[in-house]
């Protein structure tokens, strides 16, 4: 198998940071090479360079046996490479069809977009490797599983050679990665070649062919997947096993209700009941956990909690009314939350790690003479959540933007469990982070509830993660309860079949 790519002694620097430090590999043609490493390790920067999304400092891209310089992104794509960002690159306010062709619009006649053309060769994608989304909808309606499928449409519509995924099972479902991974394979079979970023260990040892580990900024081996085991992986990357099984104790938890929803419904975006007059409590010292595929209403329940979309029904935190479209009622009371999207909703991009850090808590925590904020205090904090949570970051006067996105996360979880909350309301917490950072939160998360009596309600994508760590489990389907499972009870076929809605796919 000949070599389709190769990367000579790539360096890129920002300042005095080398975030690719002589970075040398070579990708075969038609397989599945998967890039792994800590946040902040360099695979993203790695990727982007590629894609031509950055430009490096020095060294050489070496594809189909000639070397290339990418000045931006569609040089990258012209020359046959496509990348899926771990943060979307999708235009709020466009239809999903528009994000798709944007940038390599079919044209007829010379002058006109030929639409008809784009739609039957996307839904002919979508057929072929099991996407469902209306084409005709706004992007900014979709769930974040949706958005990632458009992204990976996107990239298949130009028919890319080379098909950069960075964290692609991030946000999905086990159901929903099997129908990746069997397109992943297709893809393969026709040719085509994959580089694969992912924190998952178990997933690059199951769909990839050859593994190389990077590790600030360097490549510290290449193996071939056959010759690896997670031992193996997780002593290149962070230097020691990690097992990912955390000691707690589950329960059946008969202690008071901290927070109770009855008899709850949720309109969505376009006018449907994406919430279904459900009722659940959650008690103190509880993990709640709360699976189902992405768009049965786990967003719109969530936005409702938090105050930030108005529902009918009863929502009460200790016992008092959840005040409608008032999330910041809901921080004074004490209710924190880290959101499935980090970078719209969790952060703010543009602003420096303080005011990211303080986020939420600026009015309780760090305001002094009534109207001014206490920086020192804040960046005293900072500091302390960054070393903590072990977020890599030049600087707490850095934009936030300018971490990784695994990086970002741990800042946001940070900050969420250092304010003093008794209920956290938290999504897919462990979003695009390695192993080791996965192993530091799942057991904060149990120190949090087992000795300081948080409450949590855990709204995840990652089955072995809710049932890790929850005492009980809701399954949601098209917006209603479908089932509830206590911890001796956890079974995954059974999970997974109620999130289908009780439909074996296989039948």
């Given at each position: ?17 080398a ?33 031509g ?50 940038g ?100 690059v ?35 020691r ?6 000691e ?21 975006n ?17 993990i709640l956990g ?26 009460k ?27 719209i ?41 960054i ?75 990652d ?44 039948e």
């Open positions: 198998m000949d070599n389709i790519l190769e990367v000579r002694n790539i360096y890129k620097y920002y300042g005095d940071m975030a690719n430090d002589d970075i040398s590999l070579s990708v075969k043609k038609g397989s599945i090479h998967a890039i792994i490493g800590e946040n902040g390790a360099g695979k993203s920067t790695l990727m982007n360079i590629l894609s999304v950055v430009e490096p400092t020095n060294g050489d891209i070496i594809l189909n046996g000639k070397k290339r310089a990418f000045k931006n992104a569609v040089d990258a794509s012209t020359a046959g490479i496509g990348m899926v960002q771990q943060e979307f690159m999708l235009f709020p306010g466009l239809s999903v069809l528009e994000n798709i062709i944007l390599d619009e079919p044209v007829k006649n010379k002058f006109f977009m030929d639409l008809s053309k784009s739609e039957e060769k996307i839904k002919s994608i979508c057929k072929e490797y099991g996407f469902n989304f209306d084409l005709y909808a706004n992007i900014d309606d979709l769930p974040v599983v949706l958005q990632q499928q458009v992204e990976i449409v996107k990239v298949l519509f130009r028919e890319a050679e080379i098909i950069i995924l960075d964290e692609p099972t991030a946000v999905l479902p086990p159901q929903e990665i099997e129908g990746l991974f069997k397109a992943m394979r297709f893809l393969i079979a026709q040719g085509k070649t994959i580089l694969f970023i992912t924190h998952k260990l178990k997933e040892l199951e769909i990839s062919d050859t593994i190389t580990v990077m590790k600030l900024g360097k490549v510290v081996g290449h193996i071939d997947t056959k010759d690896a085991t997670e031992s193996i992986l997780t002593n290149m990357m962070v230097g096993n990690v097992m990912l099984q955390i707690k104790n589950p329960k059946i938890n008969k202690s008071r209700q901290v927070l109770s929803c009855e008899n709850l419904t949720v309109i969505g376009s006018g449907n009941e994406k919430v279904k007059n459900i009722s659940f409590s959650l008690h103190e010292g509880e709360i699976v189902g595929v992405a768009g049965n209403g786990q967003a719109e329940l969530v936005e409702a909690i938090t105050g930030t979309r108005g529902y009918t029904g009863s929502i935190m200790d016992n008092v009314q959840v005040k409608q479209l008032d999330s910041r009622s809901n921080r004074f009371a004490g209710m924190g939350y880290v959101p499935q999207d980090r970078n909703v969790g952060s703010s991009p543009e602003s420096n790690l303080v005011d990211n850090s303080i986020m939420g808590g600026h009015l309780k925590r760090f305001k002094k003479y009534n109207y001014l904020m206490d920086y020192q205090e804040g960046r005293r904090y900072t500091n302390e959540i070393n903590k949570y072990k977020v890599k970051a030049q600087d707490y006067n850095d934009f936030a933007s300018s971490l990784s996105g695994g990086n970002l996360q741990k800042l946001i979880v940070g900050r969420e469990f250092s304010q003093n909350n008794h209920v956290l309301i938290i999504e897919d917490p462990v979003r695009g982070i390695d192993v080791g950072a996965i192993e530091f939160i799942w057991n904060e998360i149990v120190r949090q509830v087992e000795e300081e009596k948080v409450s949590v309600l855990l709204i995840t994508y089955l072995n993660e809710a049932m890790t760590l929850s005492d009980r489990i809701l399954v949601i389907y098209d917006g209603e309860i479908r089932t509830e499972l206590y911890n001796a009870d956890f079974d995954e076929r059974l999970i997974g079949f109620n999130m289908l809605g009780g439909v074996n796919k296989d």
